[in-house]
C-alpha cells in the first residue's frame, strides 16, 4: 500500500495557532505552484517503485481554495503519472465556507471522495479567538450541503483546552458533533507551537493556558461521549465509525511508503525520510530548474524501531510481540518489554492477547510512557 499527499499551502488568513507552512498569496503564486507541483511528479514518479496508490490526501493549508479546474489539473496530472487504485481514498481537506453547494457540485465531478473539514469549534467567541473564516451556523450548513451534494465520507476536526474554555463549552461542542453524525472526528488539545502566535500570546503573559486538570478532564470526556455514542478510539486524537477509519493518515501509523508533494511535505519510503523546504519561492524555483530543494535522513534501525514504537502504541492494535521480532528480532522486544515493565506495574500498559496496548489512564500519559520505550543512544543497544 502506498499514498500521496499534496501539500497546498494557501490560506486566506492565519489561524491563531496554526505551525504548518502556509502563506496568503494565493493570486501572485498559484499558476506557478500548480506547475511545479506537476514538475515535482515527474520528477519523482519513481519514488514509490510503481506502488499502486491507494490514497490521496490534499491537505494545507487550505486546498478549498483551488478551483476546480486547478484540481482537475491535479489529478490529470496524477492519473497519468501513477499507478491509481479505483477504489483509492481521495481525502481533500476544506474550510466550511468553502463548501458551497455550487463549489461541492465541481467537486463531485473530481476524484474526491472524502472532506475533512476544519471545523475547530461550535462556538462563535472561540472561533473568533482562533481567528477562524467561518461561524457555527456556516459550519453546519457546510456539512447539510456536503451531504446535499453526495459526500458521505466526512470528518471534522475539534481543538479543545483553548484558554479560557469551560468543561462546559467542550461538552456543547461535542454535543453538536455528535448531534451531526459525522462519520469520523479527529479532536486536538490545543498545543502552543513556536512561531506561531498564539505561542508569542501567551510568553508576553496576554492569556493563560488552561490547567492540566482541566485539560485531561476535556479529553476524559471526549473519549467517554465517543464511546457511547459509538465511536471506535482507534488512535489517540481519531475518532470513527465502524469502516470510517481514515486509510491516508492510518498508512503513515502503519509504516506504508507514501509520497510528499509540494513545499514542507514529507515523503517515507521505507528505508528513508525527505521533505521539502518549508518556503514557497525556493520550492518553485527548485522544481522550474528540476533541483527540488528538501532534506533526506537515512533512517537508522534505532529510528526505525523508535518510529514503530511511537505509532504502533498510539492506535487501539498497540504493539504485536510477533511483528516486533519479525522486524527488528528477539532482542528489540526484550528491551521493549523491559522497558514497558513499570507502566504494566501501573496501570498505564496493559497486554491484551500478548499485545501490549495504552490503558485508559496510560492514554492520558502516552508521551511520558512512549518515550520510555525509545532506543535512546543512551539505552543498551538491542540487538536487531
Not at 465509525?241 to 508533494?261: A, E, F, Q, V
Request: charge should be negative.
Amino acid at each position: 500500500m502506498a499514498g500521496i499527499y499534496i501539500h497546498v499551502p494557501f490560506c486566506r488568513q492565519r489561524c491563531l495557532y496554526c505551525d504548518f507552512f502556509s502563506t496568503t498569496q494565493l493570486r501572485q503564486h498559484k499558476e506557478d505552484y500548480l506547475s511545479a507541483i506537476s514538475r515535482e511528479m515527474e520528477l519523482r514518479r519513481n519514488y514509490l517503485g510503481g506502488e499502486t496508490i491507494q490514497t490521496l490526501y490534499l491537505g494545507g493549508g487550505t486546498p478549498s481554495l483551488l478551483a476546480a479546474a486547478d484540481l482537475e489539473r491535479l489529478f490529470k496530472t496524477l492519473d497519468h503519472i501513477f499507478p491509481i487504485a479505483h477504489d483509492a481514498e481521495v481525502t481533500m481537506e476544506a474550510n466550511p465556507d468553502d463548501l458551497t453547494p455550487a463549489y461541492l457540485r465541481t467537486l463531485r465531478a473530481l476524484p474526491v471522495n472524502r472532506l475533512s473539514i476544519g471545523i475547530q469549534s461550535f462556538d462563535d467567541e472561540e472561533l473568533r479567538f482562533l481567528h477562524r473564516r467561518h461561524d457555527s451556523r456556516r459550519a453546519i450548513e457546510a456539512l447539510e450541503a456536503c451531504r446535499e451534494a453526495g459526500f458521505e465520507n466526512l470528518s471534522i476536526d475539534l481543538i479543545f483546552g483553548l484558554p479560557g474554555q469551560a468543561l462546559a463549552r467542550w461538552a456543547s461542542n461535542l454535543k453538536e458533533a455528535l448531534r451531526l453524525d459525522v462519520p469520523h472526528i479527529s479532536a486536538y488539545g490545543l498545543t502552543y507551537e513556536k512561531h506561531t502566535t498564539l505561542y508569542r500570546l501567551l510568553q508576553a503573559g496576554r492569556l493563560q493556558a488552561v490547567d492540566e486538570a482541566l485539560f485531561l478532564e476535556m479529553f476524559s470526556l471526549l473519549m467517554e461521549r465517543m464511546e457511547t455514542a459509538g465511536y471506535e478510539h482507534y488512535e489517540i486524537s481519531n475518532f470513527a465509525r465502524p469502516g470510517r477509519r481514515s486509510r491516508h493518515n492510518s498508512s503513515y501509523w502503519t509504516g506504508d511508503k507514501y509520497l510528499g508533494l509540494g513545499p514542507a511535505a514529507h515523503s517515507y519510503d521505507g528505508g528513508s525520510r525527505q521533505w521539502n523546504v518549508s518556503a514557497l519561492l525556493p520550492y518553485l524555483s527548485g522544481m522550474a530548474e528540476a533541483k527540488p530543494v528538501f532534506e533526506k535522513e537515512i533512517l537508522t534501525p534505532q529510528s526505525l524501531y523508535n518510529d514503530y514504537v511511537l505509532t504502533r502504541l498510539r492506535r487501539c492494535e498497540g504493539i504485536s510481540p510477533t511483528d516486533l521480532v519479525i522486524r527488528f528480532g528477539k532482542g528489540a522486544l526484550s528491551y521493549c518489554m523491559e522497558q514497558a515493565a513499570p507502566y504494566l506495574k501501573r496501570g498505564l500498559l496493559t497486554e491484551k492477547g500478548g499485545t501490549l496496548h495504552l490503558t485508559r489512564e496510560g492514554i492520558f500519559l502516552a508521551d511520558e510512557v512512549i518515550s520510555d520505550l525509545l532506543w535512546l543512544d543512551s539505552a543498551t543497544k538491542p540487538e536487531v
